[in-house]
């Protein structure tokens, strides 16, 4: 029999990687999407009332739920599979993870040798701002959302610019709120979430380490190296496999068990970002997500023969999820996102048929486009890192890195991307 497993919160990834599972896995499960899209998520959306709908229509009718949505998905999809009495972590775990202030004290007491020093302010009170001393410091949103307003700060005159940006107190007054109300009920702990951290910063090479927890035990996925484009933190690629140290890689999975287990999370995927300092042989936790990456999902498919929403899915129903190791196609993937650095209108974005094409270039591809024609693209702090924009990513595998960069160039071409300036 099929399982049905209700999917909140589609994000871009979704239907593309859903789509890219082997056929015998796809048989297993009637997938139905839910409204509305990650992307669509209103700030002002009643999520106990779109709890408590989704109670009452579904239940008896879902054998799973699942979101790799990180903010508003996965603690919605938590809190349903809770009320529902479906697998899956407890919202109070996934809300807890999601506030990175309340994640900083629990990751502190469990791991204190990758934790920065941190300390929460409110940028709308100076009383509260680190001293002189603590500068430079990295600022993000207690309640954040990929790049979104993380910034190095290097004083506090600059610290005072960050904090007097109209998007920043918009974003202030507004970006919490969607989540305040489930927290009433799941975690009050977490309902205050418009603080920032200003931390310690980190130095060296970054890589995430994905796993999941079941049943109390921590299992690897894999690992993925991060690279930027130079000057900025602006991402230019992930790659699999990694090329850290194994003895750094094993420390890297010791510490992101021990902070997920922490939090509480049992029974979920989750992602903990690291940054590796060889100079100082110090291991750095960025921060930890209680979600499937589905950015990476075909890539651990590629290498390690095992597919990131297979995992999630087989966790969704209580299954044990299907493991491999070196067991993929491709002795390399890659996910490489394609950005522009100044605003501009899209004067012309690919077609459904353009994205085919793209594809049937080179085997193991997917490309996604993020824009469509005649969408602007506004580079400024308000919108993802605050100096690109990014407007389409192609996910692909092959012999090596260096082939996987060149093959991004003639993908490119044949996608088709124009743009005017703004």
């Not at 969607?178 to 418009?194: D, F, N, Q, V």
């Not at 931390?199 to 994905?210: K, R, Y």
């Not at 990513?393 to 300036?421: I, S, T």
Request: proline letters at 8%; a neutral charge; aromatic letters at 8%.
């Amino acid at each position: 029999m099929r399982r049905r497993v209700l999917v909140l919160f589609p994000t871009a990834w979704d239907e593309r990687q859903l789509a890219t599972l082997p056929a015998a896995t796809r048989a297993r499960y009637e997938l139905v999407l839910d409204e509305p899209r990650d992307a669509d998520a209103r700030w002002d959306l009643d999520l106990l009332a779109h709890v408590d709908e989704r109670v009452r229509r579904w239940r008896g009718r879902l054998d799973g739920v699942f979101s790799s949505s990180d903010y508003p998905g996965a603690a919605v999809a938590a809190a349903l599979a809770a009320e529902l009495g479906l697998p899956g972590p407890s919202p109070a775990a996934v809300l807890r993870a999601g506030h990175k202030l309340l994640a900083r004290e629990l990751q502190r007491a469990a791991v204190p040798e990758v934790v920065p020093r941190f300390a929460a302010f409110d940028p709308c009170d100076e009383r509260t701002w680190p001293p002189a001393e603590a500068f430079p410091c990295f600022a993000k949103p207690v309640r954040g959302s990929y790049s979104l307003h993380a910034r190095p700060l290097s004083s506090r005159a600059e610290l005072a610019t960050y904090a007097a940006a109209p998007a920043l107190r918009e974003f202030q007054q507004y970006y919490p709120c969607l989540g305040e109300r489930l927290a009433e009920r799941y975690e009050p702990a977490a309902r205050s979430a418009r603080l920032f951290l200003a931390e310690e910063q980190l130095a060296g090479v970054q890589a995430t380490f994905e796993g999941y927890v079941r049943d109390g035990k921590v299992q690897r996925l894999g690992i993925v190296d991060t690279e930027f484009h130079p000057g900025t933190r602006s991402f230019a690629g992930f790659d699999l496999p990694s090329r850290l140290p194994e003895d750094v890689q094993e420390r890297m999975a010791r510490a992101a068990g021990a902070a997920a287990l922490a939090l509480g999370l049992d029974n979920t995927l989750f992602n903990a970002e690291f940054l590796w300092d060889a100079g100082r042989e110090r291991l750095g936790l960025i921060e930890l997500n209680p979600r499937l990456c589905g950015q990476f999902g075909d890539l651990y498919a590629k290498v390690e023969g095992v597919h990131g929403y297979a995992v999630a899915l087989a966790l969704a129903c209580g299954e044990e999820p299907p493991t491999a190791r070196g067991a993929g196609p491709c002795a390399a993937a890659a996910s490489l996102p394609l950005r522009t650095f100044r605003s501009v209108r899209v004067a012309r974005a690919p077609t459904p048929e353009d994205l085919r094409a793209a594809e049937a270039l080179f085997p193991h591809t997917l490309a996604w486009s993020d824009c469509r024609t005649g969408d602007e693209l506004h580079v400024g702090p308000a919108h993802e890192d605050g100096v690109s924009v990014r407007h389409g990513v192609v996910n692909l595998g092959g012999p090596g890195r260096g082939e996987l960069r060149a093959r991004r160039a003639r993908l490119e071409q044949v996608l088709g991307y124009r743009f005017d300036p703004l």
